[in-house]
């Protein structure tokens, strides 16, 4: 059951403020999950989790963050495809989709208990995303998986971050990390990247004429750079330090003469 690993079912939210209204830009980013670019982004990525998520096993799964919160049937089946028995999410206010409410770096979830970990963009907006790897790193079994998705910064999208007519196309305040950082992260944690997919190689229009018009670059992307499209997925798994035995190195002992001893000795 959940309960024999999950600490508390809800945590403080008003303890330890973080820095800005974390939770408001997460709502913020919800609803820009609702938006028709943001519904094409979930319809990918849950793709993608439908291809990966029935090759992690385990008896606990845990989503830290819920984007599709507002999608409804896009919402329930986000995580349908997973093999894992028992699902959770967390995240800062509690619905029908949600089992706990707390900030996600600070998990009400005991060490080394879970199988599976979930961030769909949730280092993007947290206020320090290490310090929930570390969190993650914590609460995972050993061989245990997280599955990140994230936005690149190798990509057309933090480009079009600069440009006046695209910029309100794009979720606000968001953090583009490129997939090499977060892999030294996840290496200096102690975890193995297994996976890495580049996806959405669309430009970030909301409406859908336009979008039509320049599907020939989504083909030649996904083509021609793969990896350099508006998100990339990450899949990682917790590496198991093993104790190398020493083995004691066994030798003979010398002999101490203490004295000469006759050659010749007689029996008695």
């Known amino acids: ?37 943001g519904q094409r982004l979930a319809e990918t990525e849950k793709q993608l ?19 599709v919160a507002e999608l409804g049937e896009m919402s329930e089946k986000w995580l349908q495809n997973s093999r894992v028995p028992s699902r959770f999410i967390i995240d800062y206010e509690l619905n029908q989709q949600l089992s706990c409410v707390s900030y996600h770096d600070r998990l009400p979830v005991k060490s ?10 949730t280092l993007d907006f947290a206020v ?6 570390r969190e993650v790193e914590r609460v995972l079994i050993p061989e ?7 936005f690149s910064a190798l990509s057309s999208w933090n480009l079009c971050r600069k440009l006046p007519l695209l910029k309100q196309s794009l979720p606000q305040n968001a953090q583009f990390f490129s997939a090499y950082r977060i892999m030294d992260w996840l290496g200096l944690l102690g975890f193995d990247v ?53 083995r004691p190195r ?6 101490v003469v203490t004295g000469l001893e006759p050659l010749n000795r007689k029996r008695l």
């Open 194 to 246: 297994i996976h890495r997919r580049g996806y959405f190689q669309q430009l970030p229009l909301q409406n859908e004429k336009l979008h039509q018009r320049s599907a020939f670059l989504t083909r030649l992307g996904q083509r021609l750079w793969p990896n350099l499209g508006a998100g990339y997925m990450l899949v990682a798994r917790k590496r198991v330090e093993t104790l190398t035995p020493i």
């Open 128 to 133: 320090d995303p290490h310090l929930v790897l």
């Open 112 to 121: 080394d208990s879970l199988d599976l970990v979930i961030l769909p963009h």
């Open 144 to 150: 245990g998986h997280v599955v990140i998705l994230s």
């Open 49 to 67: 989790l439908d291809r990966y998520l029935p090759n992690l096993f385990g008896y606990y799964l845990l989503q830290c963050g819920n984007p």
């Open 250 to 255: 066994w030798r003979a002992r010398r002999r």
């Open 1 to 37: 059951m959940f309960t024999n690993f999950v600490q508390g079912l809800k945590k403080n939210l008003s303890a330890s403020p973080p820095v800005y209204d974390e939770v408001a830009i997460w709502q913020q980013f919800q609803h820009w999950y609702a938006s028709p670019l």
